[in-house]
C-alpha cells in the first residue's frame, strides 16, 4: 500500500455540469496532479453505467430503477447524497480525509458514521445566509476543519461563537478548459486605466 494520503471526496458527480459537479472535477484533477495523493470520489449521482474517463477511483452511488437495490436506496432521501454506500466506501478504501463540498443536508451523515473515528472531516458547506441554524453549527463544529466558499462565510463562522476550526475560503472554481488567466492583457490595462479589452 502506498504512504500518500487518502482523500476521499464526497460529491455530486464529477460527470454532471452542475456547480458542484465542475467543483469536484477542478478539485480533484488538481490534487491527482500533484502526485501526493491517492484520490477516490464517492459519486452520488453517478449509476455507474458510464464509463469513467479520470484517473481517480470513482464510487457509483445512484441506483438505476430496473436495480434491485432501488427499493432499499429509494426507502431513504438521503441515500441520494451517498448515506447508504458511505460507510462501505470507507471501508474499501480507507481515507485519511473525508471532503465535502455540498450543502449541510448533503453531508451531515458523515459526522455519525461508525468509523467517523479513522478519518479526519474536511467540509466547505455553502454558507450563504444568516443565521445558520444551530443544529448546522453544531455539526460544523465536530468536523476536523470547516472551509468557505468566500471569505464572509468564513468570518461568519470565526464570529458565530463556537469552537468551530475554520480554515481558508476555497473560492468556486471556473471550468480551465473553457476559461483561462488573460496575462498578456494585465500590463496594458494597469499602465493605461482607461484602456478597454474590446475595441
Not at 500533484?34 to 477516490?40: G, R, V
Not at 432501488?70 to 470507507?90: C, E, H, L, M, S
Not at 468570518?155 to 468551530?164: A, E, Q
Not at 471550468?175 to 490595462?189: A, G, H, K, M, Q
Amino acid at each position: 500500500m502506498s504512504n500518500k494520503k487518502r482523500i476521499l471526496m464526497c460529491a455530486e458527480s464529477h460527470s454532471i455540469n452542475s456547480g458542484f459537479g465542475l467543483y469536484t472535477r477542478e478539485i480533484l484533477s488538481r490534487l491527482h496532479k500533484t502526485d501526493k495523493y491517492e484520490i477516490a470520489e464517492l459519486s452520488c449521482y453517478n449509476t455507474g453505467q458510464s464509463e469513467c474517463s479520470v484517473p481517480w477511483k470513482v464510487y457509483p452511488n445512484a441506483v438505476d430503477k430496473t436495480s434491485q437495490d432501488f427499493t432499499t436506496y429509494n426507502a431513504n432521501p438521503i441515500n441520494a447524497f451517498g448515506q447508504w454506500r458511505f460507510d462501505k466506501v470507507v471501508l474499501n478504501f480507507r481515507p485519511d480525509i473525508v471532503f465535502d463540498i455540498r450543502d449541510f443536508w448533503m453531508m451531515s451523515y458523515q459526522e455519525i458514521s461508525p468509523l467517523r473515528k479513522y478519518y479526519h472531516w474536511i467540509v466547505s458547506p455553502t454558507v450563504d445566509s444568516l443565521p445558520q441554524k444551530n443544529q448546522w453549527l453544531q455539526v460544523f463544529q465536530n468536523a476536523d476543519m470547516v472551509l468557505g466558499h468566500t471569505d464572509w462565510a468564513v468570518n461568519y463562522l470565526k464570529d458565530s461563537n463556537r469552537k468551530i476550526n475554520t480554515g481558508p475560503a476555497i473560492p468556486d472554481s471556473v471550468d480551465t478548459t473553457n476559461f483561462s488567466p488573460i496575462t498578456e492583457l494585465i500590463p496594458v490595462v494597469r499602465k493605461n486605466s482607461s484602456a478597454t479589452l474590446y475595441s
